[in-house]
């Protein structure tokens, strides 16, 4: 049975396939600031895991793919939810704020196989290091940071500017190989299933 990764995300798929899983890919539609205002003052756990589902139902109606894996990830900082910030400067505002400090990144994954679906939530504290306006400003540039919750990666050019993990660190990435082996043995499944060429 092949994964279906219902994510455009490049940080996703690349996780996957170094743990030795190819997926399919299939981005989903699903109109994500539509559920976040819709789940206006909800916990940040709960908004990460009734996105992840969408994108995961999304894909599995419309292809009609058996086993689905959607992902959703928010970085909470003082009590608020940070998703994509889309712009330079909602990004650079960001990026101010969270130089020398730590927050929580929290990735919703919700598994839809054929015995049912499964949800769960990856957790790792962030602790950014101090940043210049250099570069952050040098950051900004890249582009990177405008397409990611938070406003920056481990696995790219954020990299250089995350101190320290404190938890899962596939979950920053995007999708926890931990956590998708417990949702995959819920549904009967083991991940050695998914390996390439086994």
Excluded: N
Aim: proline share 4%; with cysteine; aromatic share 6%.
């Amino acid at each position: 049975m092949k994964l279906c990764l219902a994510s455009a995300s490049p940080g996703r798929l690349k996780v996957l396939t170094g743990a030795g899983i190819t997926p399919e890919v299939i981005v989903s539609t699903v109109d994500e600031d539509a559920i976040f205002q819709r789940m206006s003052g909800s916990s940040a756990s709960d908004v990460v895991l009734a996105l992840a589902r969408a994108k995961a139902t999304a894909v599995a109606e419309t292809s009609g793919r058996e086993l689905v894996i959607g992902c959703d990830s928010m970085f909470v900082m003082d009590g608020q939810i940070l998703g994509k910030p889309y712009t330079a400067d909602v990004a650079r505002s960001r990026l101010r704020t969270m130089a020398d400090r730590a927050g929580v990144l929290l990735t919703g994954h919700w598994l839809i196989a054929p015995s049912g679906s499964f949800g769960g939530v990856s957790e790792a504290t962030v602790y950014v290091a101090a940043m210049s306006e250099a570069e952050i400003e040098s950051y900004i540039a890249t582009g990177e940071p405008l397409h990611v919750a938070g406003s920056f990666t481990i696995d790219g050019y954020g990299g250089p500017f995350i101190d320290r993990i404190e938890g899962d660190p596939h979950g920053v990435t995007g999708l926890s190989l931990p956590l998708l082996r417990q949702l995959l043995a819920q549904a009967g499944l083991s991940v050695t299933e998914l390996w390439d060429g086994i």
